[in-house]
């Protein structure tokens, strides 16, 4: 169904223009386009942040085991998971990041490895 509007109207002349039929139908399809890209830029946010999740228990006296988990930030879905046996030592390193500063954990075995 096409909508036509009467736009001038005399004795000698009679000129139509086409009506839009659902204009909200357009300013929806502009709220779209316009907020699309931080629509996706939100999602890659959240798929793309991984949390680190690092937690220790002393097993005897002079033993620390610690398990290493990363998991990603939407829904806290588990990605993978470490086991660092023997851990004697621990620094944390600060770094320069684009964003601020980072803060880095570095744990030392006593077998002499080194896990960042």
């Known amino acids: 169904m096409i909508l036509v509007k009467i736009v001038e109207q005399n004795s000698l002349r009679l000129v139509f223009s086409r009506a ?17 890209p931080f629509y996706l830029f939100g999602l890659r946010m959240l798929f793309d942040s991984k949390i680190e999740t690092l937690t220790c228990q002393k097993i005897e006296p002079k033993q620390i085991d610690c398990n290493l988990e990363y ?46």
């Open 71 to 116: 998991s990603y930030l939407v829904k806290f879905i588990p990605d993978s998971k470490q086991t660092i046996k023997g851990v004697t030592a621990a620094r944390m390193i600060r770094k320069t990041c684009p964003d601020g500063d980072c803060y880095h954990i570095q744990l030392q075995t006593s077998k002499g490895e080194t896990y960042d």
């Open 20 to 36: 839009l039929q659902h204009p909200s139908f357009f300013v929806l399809l502009g709220i779209i386009v316009v907020l699309f």
